[in-house]
Nanobody
Framework: QVQLVESGGGSVQSGGSLRLSCAASGFTYSRYCMSWFRQAPGKEREGVAGINKYDGTKYADSVKGRFTVSRDKAKNTLSLQMNSLKPEDTAMYYC????????????????????WGQGTQVTVSS
């Protein structure tokens, strides 16, 4: 059974940092593309950062230069280092895995994923 469990969310002030983690189990982790998405109240879910099975990455324009996605294959963990956080980064952050099309241009498309975690809340105050 595939499980994705996010952690590391919290409340920070503008300019601060957080590191999110997604612990994956139930599948051959290193062979799967994985990504982070977020959803703010009243808004659609949007892709933030993704990594494919070849470790190619893609970022949303709004987070480029501030967020870094990475994974530890030995620990089956996907991480998102978030620096220089802004109030507009406030959202529930979700981990997604097992994309239907493992292509960089599809990494941040929510309909491209088969499995999702429950989410972790990130709140950035000004």
């Amino acid at each position: 059974q595939v499980q994705l469990v996010e952690s590391g969310g919290g409340s920070v002030q503008s300019g601060g940092s957080l590191r999110l983690s997604c612990a994956a189990s139930g599948f051959t982790y290193s062979r799967y593309c994985m990504s982070w998405f977020r959803q703010a109240p009243g808004k659609e879910r949007e892709g933030v950062a993704g990594i494919n099975k070849y470790d190619g990455t893609k970022y949303a324009d709004s987070v480029k230069g501030r967020f870094t996605v990475s994974r530890d294959k030995a620990k089956n963990t996907l991480s998102l280092q978030m620096n220089s956080l802004k109030p507009e980064d406030t959202a529930m952050y979700y981990c997604a895995a097992d994309c239907k099309v493992d292509a960089t241009f599809r990494l941040l498309v929510s309909g491209n994923y088969n499995f999702w975690g429950q989410g972790t809340q990130v709140t950035v105050s000004s």
